[in-house]
């Protein structure tokens, strides 16, 4: 029969501990936790500023969409003057007003209104008139014709290769913008399916919650 060691171990007293990094154990205690529910605390409300920004952002779309240029900048002479009303600078009120617009840009294809002067008012509907005249050449065929004015090598037929490079860019980002607002519907009716499964709480819709998650990885 094989021999076993036994090893021997003995207790060793641990010290209590009285201070910790220069406080004392009370004073350490006490800061972490006021440390710790304030974080909370902020975090909450970082979290509902977000929100609250998502409404905002939602509300002023619904406003100033469709809006003239004049009445575009009539509302954001309003927008700047409320924040001065609470005493904000004009610069920092110009600037938050800027940041919004630019959200309501990105969350919702929002269109800034240009200016109605009447240069502007020209240059809008002679752009109008050549987007018209070459509606009926396909991205192949101006592209085609474009290369042809490059290769003429004349300023006038740079000029009119530069038109239809022009054009072919604003295809394209329509295109993209279309594309791009397909997808935030589609991202929305996401959202608002989620948001009822959630709220539904059944085992079905717990089962198709955890489908969507195994799809999105």
Known sequence: MANTATVATSAVAVPAIESINGMSIDQARETMFQIATETRDAEKLIGAGKDALAVLDSNIHDIIKGATYVEFMKFREFHIAGSVD????????QKRFERQV????????FVRPKSESKDAVRKA?????????L????????????LELKAQDTKA??????KLRKELERRQADAISAEKEQVNALR??????VKELAKSGTPDATALLEQVVLLLG
Do not use: C, P, Y
Not at 86 to 93: E, G, H, R, T, Y
Not at 135 to 146: H, I, N, P, Y
Not at 157 to 162: G, L, Q
């Open 188 to 193: 929305d009716q996401a959202i608002k399916r």
């Open 125 to 133: 509907d002679a752009k109008q008139k050549e987007v018209a005249k």
């Open 86 to 93: 609470k005493l904000d600078s004009v610069d920092a009120a």
């Open 157 to 162: 037929s740079d000029n009119e290769a530069i």
């Open 102 to 109: 630019n959200r309501v840009i990105t969350e919702f294809n």
């Open 135 to 146: 509606a009926e050449f396909s991205d192949a065929e101006l592209e085609e014709k474009r």
